[in-house]
């Protein structure tokens, strides 16, 4: 590893990869939190686009427009993020394609075409089954168009990153897609379900999570040279297994207790669940890191923007979909109870860690 150019090149994109997080943190938030009565459902926005009609059923034409700027931002993040990814020419497109254009159109596409079928059924249950055939579709285009247009064999970390991203999804994939067909539903749509603009930034951003997440791959599969497998890797491959392996105990673990009729009705406080409230979510964070240690290896330029990928991983799950939901949730239903106040109180939010306190109170 050249340690001064890694210096070099990550301080240049440094603050323009944390101006990204920010804004996509900031700007999401607020649309993705708008009152679901404030958004303009697909029947009234077709039938009646006046700005009288929006407010006399308690809708705003505002809000509309900012979730249509909220759509125009992920295609310019993905748009943006492809360019500066550059690496190889997609062959099968020409000459003027690059294989990360083509992984972020794809992205957007999967992502588009489960909308439809989504909205028009009112559903849910296969958007994160959905995330799992994106993230396929574009590690193994990126892996194979890759490979095919390289003049060297097989490299090492290429295939590394693809295996080890595949192995991610699938796993996440159909663990998520069987619980939501035990659940029956995800109450965290009802409310964008109804809305076509709404519904359809969820899915977007899907889009953009499954690009930017797996940026560094899609890179290290389309670069032009790779460098030999070093301690480096090594390092990224121990953290890596190291956050799989939580996750995927934390979500075993989840899925034993829920599975009791005696916890139902109750918090969890078992396992892992002991000392960290959502050490699933930990896992998660704590594998992209491992992945982009990995991939640093092959970055060169602009690629260091790729850095931005853990950090978005974060902001993702704690700021936006996964712990601010979920603790929002659990203080609604558990809120009143002096067990589960002194659970928050001595437990870590998202590291796992020991008790950060005495348990003053504890039911049976």
Known sequence: LNTTRCNKHFIKFQGTGVFIIIFIKNYLLVIMSSNSRSITPTSSFVSDTSSETYEKKGQSVKNVVAQILALLVVFGLIGLLSYLGKGRLDTLLGDRIYIMNSVGVLSVAV?????LFAFLFQTEKFYDFTGMITYLTCVVYSFTLGYITKESDLQARPLLVTI?????????????????????????????????????????????????????????????????????????????????????????????????????????????????????????????????????????????????????????????????????????????????????????????????????????
């Open 111 to 115: 992502n588009f075409i489960a909308f």
């Open 164 to 364: 080890l991203v595949v192995v991610w999804s699938t796993r996440l994939g159909f663990f998520l897609f069987q619980r939501i067909l035990a659940d029956g539903k995800d109450d965290r749509f009802d409310s964008l379900k109804p809305y076509f603009i709404r519904f359809l930034l969820t899915w977007m951003v899907q889009a953009l999570w499954c690009f930017l997440t797996a940026y560094p791959v899609y890179i290290v599969n389309s670069t032009t040279t790779q460098e030999n497998l070093n301690v480096i890797d090594m390092i990224g491959l121990v953290v890596w297994i190291f956050g799989f392996l939580i996750e995927v105990v934390a979500d075993y673990q989840k899925k034993i207790w829920r599975g009791k009729s005696s916890n139902r009705g109750k918090f969890i406080e078992y396992g892992l669940w002991y000392y960290s409230r959502h050490p699933n979510y930990f896992g998660e964070i704590v594998l992209w890191i491992g992945m982009f240690v990995i991939c640093m290896n092959s970055f060169e330029g602009t690629q260091w923007i790729s850095a931005i990928s853990p950090v978005f991983v974060f902001c993702l799950i704690y700021f936006i979909s996964g712990v601010r939901l979920l603790e929002k949730k659990s203080d609604k239903k558990f809120g009143h109870l002096r067990d589960y106040q002194d659970y928050k109180r001595t437990t870590s939010v998202l590291v796992i860690l020991p008790k950060l306190g005495t348990r003053t109170h504890m039911d049976d």
